[in-house]
């Protein structure tokens, strides 16, 4: 499986479908959310966001297909009535509510945030992590976002966390199919789950993957029983499946 390919039919290609299906129903969702703009002279405020997101959420939550920790919108800069930034986001099996203390922690806390940005910048749907969700779980988490755009403008991100330990569950089947050792990589080339035991979510195990046109590369730490792994990516999402060369 080298690095310049995809991963072809059977476990691989499940464990690309399952983030691409996953990505597909926030763009559909987000389309949903877009219309809370579109339906109205102006910007909503926050409170008349909340009352309309609120049940898209719960909705999006409720589904059993996939265990989610937490949904929902956060606005871009300017995109509501009366407030510079605002989330509405519902997180656990309770559904409650994230806030925010001040309207400037708000800005700080997710204004520089990849999953914030990354789907403003380049209008795609982005997958962030793993990372420790300080913010809302205190655990491992994936976090999906999309744009939301309404009128031709981009006013905010729909997203959802997913555990990192939900993942392991769902997928660990799938990448021992593919290899024993087989590893689940980010964009920057760390951990989201293995079939090896010896690699824990977060930790680096390649470098420069997206770049390189190598059969296989090296890995970061020696110490690991063997040198080099191939990487095959997962279609044209920024994941990847590495397996010991």
């Known amino acids: 499986m080298n690095q310049g390919k995809t991963t072809g039919n059977g ?9 691409e299906s996953l990505l597909q129903d926030l763009h559909e969702w987000a389309g949903r959310m877009s219309r809370v703009f579109e339906s109205r002279e102006g910007a909503p405020g926050p409170q008349e966001l909340d009352a309309q997101i609120h049940p898209l959420v719960d909705e999006f939550l409720d589904r059993k297909a996939l265990p989610l920790v937490g949904a929902g919108f956060v606005a871009a800069k300017d995109a ?35 999953w914030f940005t990354v789907p403003l910048e380049t209008g795609e749907g982005h997958i962030t992590g793993p990372y420790v969700d300080f ?9 999906l976002t999309v744009p939301v755009t309404a009128n031709g403008t981009i006013v905010g991100v729909a997203g959802a966390d997913v555990l990192v330990e939900t993942i392991e569950l769902l997928l660990m089947d799938r990448l021992k199919d593919i290899d024993p050792r087989a590893t689940l990589l980010n964009g920057s080339g760390r951990v989201i ?28 730490d020696k110490d690991l029983g063997f040198d080099k792994v ?4 997962c279609g044209t999402l920024p994941l990847a499946i590495a397996v010991p060369a």
Not at 135 to 143: G, M, Q, R, S, V
Not at 193 to 220: T, Y
Not at 230 to 233: F, H, K, L, T
């Open 135 to 143: 913010l809302c779980t205190d655990e491992y988490t994936l976090t």
């Open 193 to 220: 789950v293995s079939a090896d035991p010896q690699l824990a979510a977060g930790a680096l195990l390649v470098r420069g993957w997206q770049g390189s046109d190598a059969a296989s590369l090296p890995v970061a």
């Open 80 to 114: 509501l009535a009366g407030t510079p930034w605002h989330m509405a986001w519902w997180q656990g099996s309770t559904k409650e509510r994230l806030l925010m203390l001040t309207v400037e922690s708000a800005g700080e806390t997710y204004s520089r945030r990849e």
């Open 230 to 233: 191939a990487v095959g990516r």
């Open 11 to 19: 476990a691989g290609a499940d464990v690309s479908y399952f983030f």
